[in-house]
């Protein structure tokens, strides 16, 4: 055995001598992960001797040298975003870096500080609503504000800001609680029910810095001077925000619904020292225990019912005071008059003063009527086979739908009870009157975008087109689950209507297809003739054939409430060209239909002209006073628009017969050309 081993160790040396001729010496070499731009290797074995390399220390493996190697794995770019600058700090452009070693692949430049643009600010005067600003500069990129137009004296923001006008803060005199309570002012103006740093007053007044805002307000006070004991005041806006519920008012006799955000009352409370908070002790009014006059009926409403029971009209004790003069910035006042409320006795006054006028805004609900007087039970007009429906410039929508229905049938005794004029009419037509609908529109108080004109005794008018009234007799078609329209009231041809109401409504008597002196025909629209407001429309069918002679339908308008008019109506006078002036709107860069280019009156002529730069597509006409009352087209007054087909600079000119333009039945006689320069 001994023999066989030393045999086969001397067979071993021989193969090895004869494979490679020297016995190895082997050099490790550990695996080496390559890199972004370096190349690695994997574990290997090299012979110093004869050069080879093998994957084990033994040497039965050789490897090629090739395959030694790992390849680089090259970068793995990342972008790097672009810095804006600003006007005091550089930006950088975008570039790339590699995201495994963070070599940098796309080198980021410096971009310069833009620096201020500065433009002036004028200065403005403070209101109880808006902060007014002293004179400075703003940067219009920034809005960094500055002393100077250099942009070197910088100032805080606050600094360019004017206090709040507060008319009736005082400095001695005060009617301070005698013991030192606090008063609130809440409601759902403020979104807030409760006492809070935020809603507390801004502080007491007297009664003479009343008097000077409001002297009838001030004498009301001044003849309960004896029992005021303290007079506190905050600035309140009412109806800029949709409070997401409504309440009852009374306005002017009319019960209507108003949105939660013109709700006010007043807290009485303390400062509890021990809890940190805000304790309320009386609210104002409260039912029992608070009892309130209303200092200022004209613009604060408060229940004259302080019961439990509700009175005729819906109100109780728990009624909330409501604003009823209009969304605006009011000076909320509050006397207390230091004694216990009963029924006979009142324990405080409110009073509103308004201070600022702020447009209504979309969505919140300002004095829409709110009780029906020609809501019937019974013996309702009504007509089985038809439906009605009020449209027009007033609802902005002329179809029958859903929205424009009217509310339903009534009686000529409801009528009569509403308007006994009106009333005594229908009576007198007796059987003629076989369906009597009505609504209740808001006429006036938006701008249609258009006009119509009316006449009103013997004087012609023009009318925003928000002022224009008609009524549809229609049905419900199941099939194609649509609202159709059977007749149009009045209508060329097929309706002949009249009016039974000529105070509040004008209807074209001229029913033919030629115009009249005054430019009507038989497709002029009925137009609300008794100022901005809300209206009952009511509808009489008279079931009979319209023809000259004979009406098919009557309409009527009942003024429920007065409104403010978007766009007053004005007499159609002779044109003074003198006292208007004229402008080029259309869909041009900068005008957008919105924006009138001022045309300059060329001399000694009765001639008005501006240059525009228009393209292809673009459309104008010529209008007055930047308002749509009066325009001029292509074929003349009210005519349509112009249509630009090639790019250019243009002349637009308007031309007048004679410096005084009289009114014609076809309108103001003018002609509009536009000239390409």
Not at 44 to 62: H, I, L, P, Q, R
Not at 271 to 287: A, G, K, L, M, V
Not at 420 to 443: H, R, T
Request: some cysteine; overall charge negative.
């Amino acid at each position: 055995m001994k023999k066989l081993l030393v045999l086969a160790i001397a067979l071993f040396s021989v193969f090895a001598l004869v494979s490679c001729g020297h016995k190895h010496t082997m050099e490790h070499h550990a695996a080496k992960a390559a890199e972004c731009e370096k190349a690695g290797n994997i574990e290997y074995w090299s012979c110093a001797e004869c050069g080879k390399f093998f994957a084990d220390e033994a040497g039965t493996t050789e490897l090629e040298e090739a395959k030694l190697a790992v390849a680089a794995k090259g970068h793995t770019p990342k972008d790097l975003e672009a810095v804006e600058p600003t006007c005091t700090e550089k930006g950088k452009t975008a570039g790339k870096e590699c995201s495994v070693c963070g070599k940098i692949l796309e080198a980021q430049q410096d971009v310069e500080a833009l620096g201020h643009k500065i433009e002036k600010v004028e200065a403005t005067d403070s209101n109880e609503m808006v902060q007014g600003v002293i004179e400075h500069y703003r940067c219009e990129r920034c809005d960094a504000r500055f002393a100077d137009a250099d942009g070197k004296q910088p100032l805080e923001e606050e600094a360019v800001y004017k206090p709040y006008l507060d008319k009736l803060a005082v400095t001695e005199g005060a009617l301070v609680d005698p013991e030192e309570k606090l008063f609130f002012a809440v409601g759902g103006f403020e979104g807030t029910w409760g006492p809070n740093e935020g809603t507390q007053m801004l502080g007491a007044t007297t009664i003479a810095a009343v008097k000077a805002i409001d002297e009838k307000l001030g004498k009301e006070l001044e003849k309960r001077a004896a029992d005021i004991k303290s007079l506190y005041y905050a600035v309140v806006v009412l109806g800029a925000e949709d409070a997401k519920w409504t309440t009852n008012a009374l306005y002017k006799d009319v019960l209507v619904q108003m949105n939660g955000s013109f709700t006010v009352k007043a807290i009485k409370g303390h400062y509890d020292e021990d809890t940190e908070n805000y304790i309320t002790d009386q609210w104002i009014p409260d039912p029992k225990t608070g009892h309130v006059e209303s200092l200022t009926p004209d613009t604060l409403f408060i229940a004259a019912n302080w019961a439990e029971d509700k009175d005729k009209l819906g109100f109780d004790w728990t009624a909330n005071p409501a604003g009823i003069a209009g969304p605006g910035a009011y000076y909320l006042i509050c006397a207390d008059y230091g004694k216990v409320s009963t029924t006979e006795v009142y324990g405080y006054g409110l009073a509103l003063v308004k201070a600022v006028e702020l447009n209504p805004q979309e969505g919140v609900q300002d004095r829409v009527p709110a009780q029906d007087k020609l809501a019937v039970e019974k013996d309702a007009l009504e007509d089985k086979d038809h439906m009605y429906f009020a449209v027009g410039g007033f609802e902005g929508t002329w179809g029958p739908n859903e929205g424009t229905q009217m509310d339903g049938a009534t009686t000529v005794a409801a009528v009569k009870a509403l308007d006994a004029e009106l009333g005594a009419a229908l009576e007198a037509k007796g059987d003629a009157v076989k369906a009597i609908y009505y609504s209740m529109i808001q006429v006036g108080t938006t701008d249609g975008g258009w006009s119509t004109n009316a006449k009103v005794g013997d004087k012609l008018y023009s009318y925003n087109g928000s002022f224009t009234v008609k009524a549809i007799k229609g049905h419900y078609d199941e099939d194609t689950e649509n609202y159709i329209t059977d007749q149009w009231i009045p209508d060329p041809k097929t309706a002949h209507v009249e009016c039974l109401t000529p105070k509040t409504l004008f209807i074209a008597s001229n029913w033919a297809e030629e115009k009249d002196d005054d430019g009507f025909d038989w497709t002029a629209n009925p137009v609300a003739v008794g100022g901005a407001g809300w209206y009952y429309l009511i509808v009489v069918d008279y079931g009979q054939v319209s023809s000259t002679e004979v009406y098919g339908y009557g309409l009527a308008l009942v003024k429920i409430l007065d409104g403010e008019a978007a766009v007053n109506p004005f007499e159609l006078k002779d044109l003074v060209l003198a006292d208007h002036t004229f402008g080029v709107i259309g869909s041009f860069e900068g005008s957008g239909w919105n924006t009138d280019t001022p045309m300059t009156k060329v001399e000694g002529q009765n001639k008005y002209q501006a240059t525009v730069t228009l393209v292809a597509g673009n459309q104008l006409k010529v209008r007055a006073d930047g308002q749509w009352a009066d325009s001029w087209g292509t074929t003349g007054y009210n005519g349509g628009n112009f249509e630009i087909t090639e790019d250019g600079t243009y002349l637009v000119t308007i031309a007048f017969e004679s410096d005084k333009v009289a009114y014609t039945s076809e309108g103001f006689p003018g002609t509009v050309t536009v000239e390409k320069q």
